[in-house]
């Protein structure tokens, strides 16, 4: 009787040792699967954040040249406003 349990360790064994061994892998690649999606969205945010960047610098000099062109549109205006309302004093 004891000569047919010795043979059932050894199996018990390997199929422990392939259970947690595959267990041990499949965490392993769930890990780089999930590092590599974490940097590819880090990756996203930060292209994303230099657009909205360069989107805001863009805005911000388009609102410059339109302050600028309605400054001068408007110191034109009052200028030659200016030099027809001047009416001789008698």
Known sequence: MKSSAVPALPSIFCNMLIFIGSYFLLNLMLAVIM??????EEEELVRMENELEEE?????QRMNE???KSYSLSSKHSSSS??????PRS
Do not use: Q
Request: aromatic residues 4%; glycine residues 0%; without cysteine.
């Open 35 to 40: 590092e590599s999606y974490i940097n590819s």
């Open 56 to 60: 805001k610098n863009l805005m911000i």
């Open 66 to 68: 339109n302050h600028e």
């Open 82 to 87: 200016s030099s027809h309302n001047v009416s």
